[in-house]
């Protein structure tokens, strides 16, 4: 049986001048996993380790039994990674070739390919944005174009890099109920803690260690507490420096 979930064994991953991860292992094989953390504290330097973007320096990942560094063709069916910023992602200029893109990447036919885009746009009522240019969508519904991307691919795995940043409320509720009802495994980082505190397990960085690792709301309570610390004890004087 091939090992499920995602795992690093004795990750080290220098960025820059600095080391970010000093041999760094963690199992990551619960439904739903949270990331939370101050910027720079390493959430996305993770995800991007997770899906085999960034190779370690040393130690390896495996991807449901993958090796990343040495079987990167099984990884798309895999594991998939949605990045912050949708332009980072989006490759075509219309919708329909944006999602059929992903499974030409996977060896589908051009027009097959094609012809189950425009399926998977009519299922979800969003037939109309077929043959819409990519920049005509806002940063939200293209943010959207990207999450369907993915889910088109079919990966075991979800790699969501604060998906609700720039969602409106409509957007942020709809993934939310996305991210409850799907039976793929979904890692998620974000700033926003509410959708995170029914989460199995909840991963706290700080720079690039694990501070807290536990049941959502107990970490995101604890990650709270030390921001509203840090906040009052800087008070005004860092605020306005
Ligand atoms: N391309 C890069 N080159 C050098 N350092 C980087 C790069 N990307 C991120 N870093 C550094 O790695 C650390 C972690 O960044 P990142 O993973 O983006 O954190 P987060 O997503 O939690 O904000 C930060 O100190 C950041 O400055
Ligand atoms: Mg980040």
């Not at 990942?61 to 090796?67: E, F, I, P, R, S």
């Not at 560094?69 to 070739?97: A, H, M, S, Y």
């Amino acid at each position: 049986m091939t090992e499920q979930g995602i795992h690093l064994q004795s990750v080290t991953l220098r960025r820059g001048a600095a080391t970010l991860f000093d041999g760094l292992s963690l199992s990551l094989t619960e439904p739903r996993i949270g990331l939370v953390g101050d910027n720079g504290a390493g959430k996305s330097s993770l995800l991007r380790v997770a899906c085999g973007l960034l190779a370690p320096d040393s130690g390896s990942v495996t991807v449901h039994g993958a090796d990343a560094g040495k079987e990167r063709t099984r990884l798309p069916g895999l594991v998939g990674i949605l990045f912050q910023n949708p332009d980072d992602q989006i490759i075509f200029p219309t919708v329909v070739e944006e999602l059929a893109f992903s499974l030409t990447a996977q060896g589908e036919g051009r027009r097959e390919a094609r012809r189950r885009a425009s399926a998977y746009l009519g299922e979800r009522g969003l037939d109309g944005w077929a043959d819409r240019a990519v920049g005509s969508l806002s940063q939200g519904q293209r943010q959207r174009l990207c999450l369907m991307a993915l889910d088109i691919m079919g990966p075991r795995t979800l790699l969501l890099d604060e998906p609700f940043a720039s969602l409106d409320l409509p957007a942020q509720a709809r993934l939310v109920r996305h991210v409850r009802t799907t039976d793929r495994q979904v890692v998620l980082s974000s700033h926003v803690l509410e959708p995170l505190l029914e989460f199995e397990r909840v991963l706290w960085l700080d720079g690039g260690r694990i501070r807290a690792d536990g049941p959502g709301r107990e970490v995101c309570a604890a990650y709270r507490a030390d921001v509203e610390d840090r906040a009052e004890r800087a008070g005004d004087a860092q605020l306005l420096s």
